[in-house]
């Protein structure tokens, strides 16, 4: 858990941000929230599911590692009396509860526990939904009378648009006025950050992402959430189709010359060392000699990896991470030491 005081301590020096200086697309597409009502719409339809709030909930069911994070956000991560896949949850109070048999593991779509979630008569049940088709698991939730809210929030393509997530968080636990402030707080730092970048007068370095997944590379779009993020950190990512959010299929030997071109190459799946990234494929090994960093600093024994949980509450995090990377490309690598110290500070980025 993250005290507010705490968390309010360390975004002291963060200078707000007007309204006026928000873009639109910040703005969150898939819910409106306020102390009586929150209301999740669907992207697939424009179908708008309403839960009516007479009060706060204290029993809350999780069942994506997001909804623990933004209920984390404002204090109220004691809420969550069960969760999806329990090993895969980085958030260290809610594993602490678990062993105090205090938070259940329920299971996950068709293998949903519905005993279990039957006997912690949940106030709510936050799930989500990757597709248009309805699952069937949801309508067996409905049928057995739980309250469910699907949030769509990894649908999202603005940082600040997942981050503003916090504001169901706080409808939900009454606690949405700590909710506004915290988010503010957020943007205010997210933006700074930003800000800061667009003053660098170097050139823009350009981004290999991701490794094969399933023998298939993705390279997200433009619009897509990861984009967003290395753009906001002054980067630029090779491949990255113009106008979509959705995620492009290239082959290895395109990536290979995408990375003649790259400056570093980010995101580089489950490995820790070079020596297990060009073990996946000799190819590797040739694909240059710069600077190579992975978001698996905070993952879990179990598997967890909290820079998709509290990284999706806190973009300001990953942003900073980024901005320390991509600045230490531009200005290569300023530590007069040769130690390079500031990685240690980094978040959730390790260099390989």
Not at 88 to 103: D, F, L, M, T, W
Not at 122 to 145: E, F, H, N, R
Not at 283 to 296: I, R, S
Request: hydrophobic share 40%; aromatic share 10%.
């Amino acid at each position: 858990m993250i005290s507010c005081f705490i968390f309010f301590m360390a975004l002291a020096s963060c200078r707000s941000v007007s309204e006026e200086g928000r873009r639109a697309e910040e703005t969150p597409l898939y819910f409106t929230a306020d102390s009586s009502c929150v209301v999740s719409i669907s992207p697939y339809d424009g179908h708008r599911d309403s839960l009516r709030l007479d009060g706060p909930c204290s029993q809350i069911v999780c069942l994506s590692s997001t909804h623990v994070a933004y209920l984390d956000a404002v204090d109220a991560d004691s809420t969550v009396v069960g969760v999806s896949g329990l090993p895969y949850i980085s958030n260290p109070e809610i594993q602490k509860r678990a062993a105090a048999g205090q938070v259940w593991d329920v299971g996950y779509d068709a293998a949903l526990d519905y005993e279990r979630l039957l006997a912690l008569h949940p106030d709510v049940i936050l799930a989500y939904t990757v597709s248009a088709m309805k699952p069937l698991w949801l309508d067996k939730l409905q049928d057995l009378g739980f309250k469910v809210l699907v949030l769509y929030d990894n649908m999202e393509e603005h940082p600040l648009a997942r981050a503003a997530y916090i504001r169901v968080a706080g409808a939900l636990t009454g606690r949405l006025a700590a909710a506004d402030s915290v988010y503010q707080a957020i943007a205010g730092c997210y933006h700074q950050l930003a800000s800061s970048v667009r003053k660098e007068d170097r050139p823009t370095p350009k981004v290999l992402l991701n490794i094969p997944y399933n023998d298939q590379w993705y390279i997200p779009g433009k619009d897509n959430y990861m984009t967003r993020l290395i753009e906001d950190a002054g980067g630029e990512v090779l491949g990255a189709q113009p106008g979509q959010s959705e995620s492009s299929i290239i082959s290895l030997e395109e990536a290979a010359l995408l990375s003649q071109e790259a400056d570093l190459w980010l995101n580089t799946g489950w490995c820790r060392t070079r020596e297990q990234l060009y073990s996946i494929h000799p190819l590797f090994g040739k694909f240059g000699n710069g600077p190579v960093f992975n978001n698996v600093k905070r993952t879990s024994a179990g598997g967890g990896n909290d820079f998709w949980e509290q990284g999706a509450a806190r973009p300001d995090l990953i942003l900073s991470d980024l901005t320390a990377i991509l600045q230490s490309v531009q200005k290569k690598h300023p530590d007069p030491t040769g130690q390079d110290a500031w990685k240690s500070e980094l978040h959730f980025y390790i260099a390989l």
